[in-house]
């Protein structure tokens, strides 16, 4: 057991590092060990990890000095941040630099950091088509995220950059499931057009994660982008009709109404849909999905995903 290589898994009982910590620990001649970074070890996620052998460690992103004794003796790092947690885009930039700051002092041999776009090489801040928030991003939860992936580089931490896709656990946890209108169908409400979307299911993102690792130094230095299928809303909406067995409709909407919404980050997401829209040929040919199957052979498509979760999508 001591032999094996340490990956420090932050966000371990969230749905990216917790998807990574159940591939490796199910993996029974896995040559890895899973420490979890938790800021609450003795939560109900963190001790069900632990009961099937992760080594739990206390963190913070906020804090360097925690992530150094973290990351000490690891061989590799999963690194990926929350900006649904406070909805700062400057803040996550901080913890960005603290975890590459953290990794090269404990001289980690392979960081695999989440990452997305920042859209702004794509649509500058002067551009009009969608308005500037917090007065410098187009889309903060992509934009800073990109912006960050120079700490990796600045500090020479080995590094595989990951970019990936919408969540189809969304429609479970963030309000996205199919609404019930006054005639009794179902909207499915997504400002895309006719483009697709690539997604994933949330697990399939640390299952391909686990892939990148078993390759060994192959992917140090590249940037891998993973989806499970590349979707119309159109599309989307009949294999929801066929597995929830009620009549779905594609609700698709202009991107200043969805950023009129009003709920918490409706103008970031509409920005987001819409840079998606824009660019769609780019958005999707970086997110490959033979790689992705390669790298998780049980990759879910998302007809799968929503049979496997189907009880769990509400339907109000």
Request: proline share 4%; hydrophobic share 40%.
């Amino acid at each position: 057991m001591s032999e094996r290589k340490t990956i420090v898994v932050l966000g371990a009982t969230g749905a990216q590092g917790g998807g990574l910590a159940q591939a490796i620990l199910s993996d029974n001649e896995s040559e890895f060990r899973v420490r979890a970074v938790t800021r609450k070890p003795d939560s109900e996620k963190a001790v069900s990890l632990a009961n099937i052998g992760a080594d739990l460690v206390s963190a913070d992103l906020d804090d360097s000095d925690s992530l150094k004794k973290a990351f000490e003796n690891a061989y590799g790092v999963y690194a990926v941040t929350n900006f649904w947690e406070h909805f700062s885009a400057d803040k996550e930039l901080e913890q960005i630099k603290n975890i590459a700051a953290a990794a090269k002092a404990a001289g980690v041999k392979h960081v695999i950091w989440s990452t997305l776009e920042d859209t702004r090489k794509w649509v500058p801040l002067e551009d009009g088509r969608m308005p500037t928030l917090a007065g410098k991003y187009k889309v903060p939860h992509f934009d800073a995220k990109g912006e960050g992936n120079h700490f990796f580089a600045d500090y020479g931490v080995p590094t595989t950059n990951l970019l990936t896709s919408f969540y189809w656990d969304n429609l479970i946890y963030f309000g996205m499931a199919p609404k019930k209108g006054e005639d009794g169908k179902y909207y499915f409400t997504m400002p895309m057009g006719d483009k697709k979307l690539p997604g994933i299911a949330a697990e399939d993102i640390g299952k391909c994660a686990y892939g990148i690792f078993k390759n060994g130094s192959g992917y140090i230095g590249k940037t891998v982008g993973i989806a499970g299928d590349h979707l119309t809303g159109a599309k989307m909406s009949e294999v929801l009709s066929k597995v929830l067995g009620v009549d779905v409709v594609y609700n698709n909407v202009p991107f200043d109404v969805y950023r009129g919404f009003g709920f918490p980050g409706a103008d970031d997401l509409g920005n987001m849909f819409q840079f998606k829209h824009d660019f769609e040929d780019y958005f999707c040919g970086a997110r490959n999905l033979e790689e992705s199957k390669r790298l998780n052979p049980a990759l879910q498509s998302f007809e799968t995903w929503a049979r496997m979760n189907k009880k769990a999508i509400p339907l109000e």
